[in-house]
T-cell receptor, first 114, second 115 residues
């Protein structure tokens, strides 16, 4: 089966610009996660969707970050405007359900903000 | 609040030697525990998980981890490592009280296997 797809793989922008990342989860997976992984740290959950509804966005900086999952399949994560500290790898993951089920991760998008 | 501490940021080891990667967690409720591996330029892959039952869990490539509730630990071990085991390893916890499946990750341990 196809894995979690993400694009682009790399992105370089200047601060105050906007950027968007796209994720296509594994077919049939109801739950979709976006994580932020800063260099030298473990991934940190930004937002979790169950189908097209938000389950947890407690750590999403809502003044600049937004995410949507239209029709409960693909998802887009946007940053506007970007700051230097947003430089990180953005990982998308999906799972059949929530608790206890394996999360399958995409290759990530490496964002560099200059 | 939940947290995960991986006690070693880097672990260098020679090929065919045993290795232990340490992980401690803090949670006042029941937990699910995971080890993920990240090879260079790849996404995270599940290595093994503890949900319930036997406290010793094994992966298909020779790793094992033991859930120790009294010490709140979930250390990862392998009796003989290979060059191909060189990667970043992440310990993660999901509390049983939450139905969301949200994972809290440790900082990661870089395992460097030398010939």
């Amino acid at each position: 089966e196809a894995g979690v797809a993400q694009s682009p793989r790399y992105k370089i922008i200047e601060k105050r610009q906007s950027v968007a990342f796209w994720c296509n989860p594994i077919s049939g997976h109801a739950t979709l996660y976006w994580y932020q992984q800063i260099l030298g740290q473990g991934p940190k959950l930004l937002i979790q969707f169950q189908n097209n509804g938000v389950v947890d966005d407690s750590q999403l900086p809502k003044d600049r970050f937004s995410a949507e999952r239209l029709k409960g399949v693909d998802s887009t994560l946007k940053i506007q405007p970007a700051k230097l500290e947003d430089s990180a790898v953005y990982l998308c993951a999906s799972s059949l359900s929530g608790k206890g089920y394996e999360q399958y991760f995409g290759p990530g998008t490496r964002l560099t903000v200059t | 609040a939940q947290s995960v501490t991986q006690l070693d940021s880097q672990v260098p080891v020679f090929e065919e030697a045993p290795v232990e990667l340490r992980c401690n967690y803090s949670s006042s409720v029941s937990v699910y525990l995971f080890w993920y591996v990240q090879y260079p330029n790849q996404g995270l892959q599940l290595l093994l998980k503890y949900l319930s039952g036997s406290t010793l869990v094994e992966s298909i490539n020779g790793f094992e981890a033991e859930f120790n509730k009294s010490q709140t630990s979930f250390h990862l071990r392998k009796p003989s490592v290979h060059i191909s085991d060189t990667a970043e390893y992440f310990c993660a916890v999901s509390t049983g009280s939450s139905n969301t499946g949200k994972l809290i990750f440790g900082q990661g341990t870089t395992l460097q296997v030398k010939p």
